[in-house]
């Protein structure tokens, strides 16, 4: 396949590396300081994002506009996801988005889910949530802290939503984020109770896993359209 990488940073040299291993061609790779336009798009198969929340739409829309799918990976712009849906239809575009591509972490969502309807009728244990990034990440919380936050509160109606810091308010979740060093990714969800704590955790090692997840998306929508995510993913990786 031919894939354009859009935001060369140093996830989208990652994936290069995982495309060139399995035989892919770079036909773009595109830059804060070398944007791109719909028509360096010609030629390609599925473009790859990567970028900031502030240039993720129009990044997407360029996209639609070269008829080309796109996979999504950064996070931190899905207030404006009706507007990019109804692009997406419009003109009959593909988009595969996820708030993160590690085979791992959607593992966790789907426990997170399952641990968060036991511990509800727990009223002793007080949830609460900690992630922890590298010091270029923009968004905060980060959109996997947001969708493990989401897991929760469906599961504690007396919650009506999260707040990006530590309280002790009990109808909201706190989350609390800190920026350091070269941290891939660490997310912890916590059940604290006067007598112990039970810990949910994923702590990333390196960026390989998203990496190779975006790849895996980009080959899933070779020549698809519509709205993807992880769930389709992984389904068509079971049936193999």
Known sequence: MNIAIIGYGKMGQEI????????????LRSTRSTPFTAADLSGTDVAIEFTEPHSAVDNILKCFEAHVPVVVGTTGWYTRMPEVRQACAQQEGGLFTASNFSIGVNVVFQINKMLARIMSDLDEYTPSMEEIHHTAKRDAPSGTAITLAEGILENYPNRDGWINEGTDDAHKLGIVSRREGEVPGTHVIRYTSAVDEIQLVHQAYNRKGFALGAVKAAEFMHGKKGVFGMTELLRKMEKG
């Open 16 to 27: 290069e590396r995982i495309l060139l291993e399995r035989g892919h061609q770079i036909t």
